[in-house]
């Protein structure tokens, strides 16, 4: 906030949800590990402590579809 806030923030939001979206609708994300990595806290952000690494495995068409209607009807 406050008067030297970014111009570009609300832009910038839109475009990392628009993403966000794109890429869950279209891929399952799971991690490649079934056990738990220790968390490190740093402030309000909690993260795994050595990293991780995710698998994508791409949705069924289908549901891909039904998936990017149900966002296109969803209020930002």
Do not use: H, N, W
């Not at 991690?31 to 402590?49: G, H, T």
Request: hydrophobic content about 30%; overall charge positive; aromatic content about 10%.
């Amino acid at each position: 906030g406050g008067r030297r806030r970014c111009l570009g923030k609300g832009v910038a939001e839109f475009e990392i949800k628009t993403a966000m979206r794109t890429i869950f609708g279209r891929y399952e994300v799971r991690p490649d590990r079934q056990e738990r990595e220790k968390e490190f806290s740093f402030f309000a952000v909690s993260r795994p402590s050595r990293g991780t690494s995710v698998t994508l495995s791409e949705r069924p068409s289908q549901d891909a579809g039904q998936r990017a209607e149900a966002y296109s009807a969803s209020p930002a």
